[in-house]
């Protein structure tokens, strides 16, 4: 995968303040380019959210930020168009190896999941249990059901394994989500 | 319209170093918010995206970025789903009274309106000629039939009169541009 020039890529697409959550990062954004390349779908992260205090004017065409702080995402990180339908979800890893604690999803962006449902896109998360090297894809609908229903803190992976769908790693598309999206949501279509 | 705390709204959306932009963007900020609490379509402007250098951890729960780039956007600005399809769109002012020059849409944007159609989605351009308080609703094939046919760095506003559709600017929503896309792409649908 090519990165533009300059972009220190440990940095780039670091929201959570460390290594969390890299490597299937990485592995998403790989899939989604090899699915721009073959014409696919146009999925892509979007930039980490940020509010900018300071900006210095070092020239004319140089422009520096000197202050800036995270800021607690609104939307999801993912989104685009999919068979002209639209498509959204997040995607955390847990080191935990029975639950999925629910506060990795902001409430902002259950309630933002949810309206997209409700406007009728796909919404979904992926979530990785990174020391079983197990990854599914939970429909939105199933997220919904679970926090409805329950008064629990996390999700056990029993959860997923019966609800979600395990995406296999491959070599190229390297998570291959979309495969599962078209069983879930286009079946019978051609 | 409620802004979170600490965003200082001028810097917050401001992409263009300047004042360029802010007023056709603070009008279609209003409008996809209003389409939000109507449930009527999530439609977001994405963050500015930036190349950060350094991050400073003054304590355990804060972090202050001290060094950041802008960086030339690979995509539009505003995306989301309106009647389950994917919706992409760039918006620009200009104060030019006769033309818009397409320098104001990066090469990179042209290429990403151009993927979201041949997915499926609604990709187009608002542009507003703010000496002339009109804006207008450029499709995306309009703006490729421009381009393909013309060697012009910019488009006449005559194009936009002929090609493109007026949004008249009301209370609420303030820019209603989903009526266009409505007329546009659901005719016959309830």
Same mark, same amino acid.
């Given at each position: 995968m090519r990165y533009p020039k300059g972009i220190k890529k440990n940095y780039q697409n670091n929201t959570s303040h460390g290594n969390r959550g890299m490597v299937l990062e990485h592995d998403l954004n790989d899939t @989604? $380019?090899?699915?721009?390349? !073959?014409?696919r779908a146009v999925i892509h992260k979007k930039p980490?959210?940020?509010t900018i205090n300071k900006v210095n004017y070092p020239s004319r065409l140089e422009a520096?930020? !000197?202050?800036?702080?995270?800021? +607690?995402?609104? +939307? +999801?990180?993912?989104n685009g168009v999919y068979r002209a339908k639209y498509i959204d979800f997040e995607a955390k890893e847990t080191r935990n190896t029975k639950y999925f604690p629910i506060a990795n %999803?902001?409430?902002? $962006? $259950? /309630?933002? &999941? /949810? @309206?997209? %449902?409700?406007?009728?896109?796909?919404?979904?998360?992926i979530v990785r249990f990174t020391n079983l090297n197990e990854t599914? &894809? &939970?429909?939105?609908?199933? &997220?919904? $059901?679970?926090? @409805? +229903?329950? !008064?629990? /803190?996390?999700?056990p992976i029993e959860y997923f394994r019966k609800k979600g769908y395990l995406i296999h790693i491959k070599y190229a598309?390297?998570?291959?989500?979309? /495969?599962? %999206?078209?069983d879930l949501y286009f079946k019978g279509d051609k």
């Open positions: @989604n $380019q090899y699915y721009l390349e !073959t014409k980490t959210p940020i520096v930020i !000197t202050e800036a702080h995270f800021k +607690t995402p609104s +939307t +999801t990180d993912y %999803i902001h409430i902002h $962006q $259950q /309630k933002h &999941l /949810k @309206n997209i %449902i409700e406007c009728g896109g796909i919404g979904f998360i599914f &894809l &939970l429909k939105g609908e199933d &997220l919904f $059901q679970f926090l @409805n +229903t329950s !008064t629990r /803190k996390s999700i598309p390297r998570l291959d989500y979309l /495969k599962i %999206i078209d």
